[in-house]
């Protein structure tokens, strides 16, 4: 299967979707990492591995339609038949997701549907809960609420800071985003209304 990956940043879960691949976990191909931001380190570690890796300049396209236009083509151009928000930072508008319905996942910081949004383990963390995670989902028109494919928990410490306890959920994010791929690749997942059964 041809993935594509969007990015905008340092791109760890890319690297991880990337080991997985060359270990022989996933057998799938990352045929274009396209990314928003040019200096995203995230297209260094695509360039490392001999991945096709642009940058799509949302300045230069005046919308969001014409932007998703842009990236339609790269996807198309290398025949992407799956899309993964890793750390992209842009929400996914009407021509992506009709392109690509129930073909898009995302990886969120959080145990969604608590702490949708930006800076999800501050949110976790400001709000006194005892357990945190991660969640892989299907993208659907509303931030961070589609169906949830596979969550991971990592118990908060005390003395836990934002940026400890985002560590040790990145450490399962690595773990559960390649998971999730795999499922997907496998065709193991079956839609239930909302609900996501994996098939043993
Ligand atoms: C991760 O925490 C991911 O859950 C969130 O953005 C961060 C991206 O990190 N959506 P990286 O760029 O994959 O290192």
Avoid: W
């Avoid at 990015?7 to 879960?13: D, E, F, L, Q, T």
């Avoid at 001999?50 to 236009?69: C, H, M, Q, T, W």
């Amino acid at each position: 299967m041809n993935i594509a990956v969007l990015v905008s940043g340092r791109g760890s879960n890319l690297q991880a979707i990337i080991d997985s691949i060359e270990s022989g976990f996933l057998k799938a191909k990352i045929s274009v990492v396209i990314s928003d931001k040019e200096d995203a380190y995230a297209l260094i570690r695509a360039a490392k591995h001999g991945i096709n890796a642009i940058f799509v300049d949302p300045r230069k396209l005046g919308s969001k339609e014409l932007y998703e236009i842009e990236i339609l083509k790269a996807l198309k151009a290398n025949c992407c038949e799956l899309i993964l928000l890793a750390g992209y930072m842009r929400i996914i508008g009407k021509t992506l997701l009709g392109q690509y319905k129930g073909r898009i996942l995302n990886i969120h910081p959080a145990l969604l549907p608590a702490f949708a949004g930006l800076n999800a383990q501050k949110q976790a963390i400001d709000h006194g809960v005892k357990v945190a995670g991660c969640t892989v989902h299907f993208v659907d028109d509303t931030l961070d609420s589609g169906p949830i494919i596979l969550q991971r928990c990592v118990d908060v410490k005390e003395d836990d800071t934002d940026e400890t306890l985002a560590d040790r959920i990145l450490e399962q994010e690595h773990k559960i985003y390649p998971e999730a791929v795999k499922l997907v690749v496998e065709n193991r997942l079956r839609m239930e209304g909302r609900k996501v059964k994996i098939i043993k």
